[in-house]
């Protein structure tokens, strides 16, 4: 299982990466794992996206 910081990370660095379509990304991914049967995959995946929402509420618009 993933570490709480290694949540973080992927959420700081999926974030970076895909800015504004970040959660678009995420929702692909959660998608594909979904239909792959890798239930700790998503269950990760969800964990990175309220990591994202987080971030996105702790950040102004400005800052981004």
Same mark, same amino acid.
């Given at each position: 299982?993933?570490?709480?910081?290694?949540?973080?990370?992927?959420?700081?660095?999926?974030?970076?990466?895909?800015?504004?379509?970040?959660?678009?990304?995420?929702?692909?991914?959660?998608?594909?794992?979904?239909?792959?049967?890798?239930?700790?995959?998503?269950?990760?995946? %969800?964990?990175?996206?309220?990591?994202?929402?987080?971030?996105?509420?702790?950040?102004?618009?400005?800052? %981004?």
């Amino acid at each position: 299982a993933m570490m709480e910081v290694e949540i973080w990370a992927v959420a700081e660095q999926v974030l970076r990466i895909h800015g504004d379509t970040a959660s678009l990304f995420i929702a692909e991914r959660i998608g594909s794992l979904t239909l792959a049967g890798d239930t700790r995959g998503v269950s990760v995946w %969800r964990e990175v996206s309220h990591r994202v929402w987080q971030l996105r509420i702790a950040t102004p618009p400005a800052s %981004r």
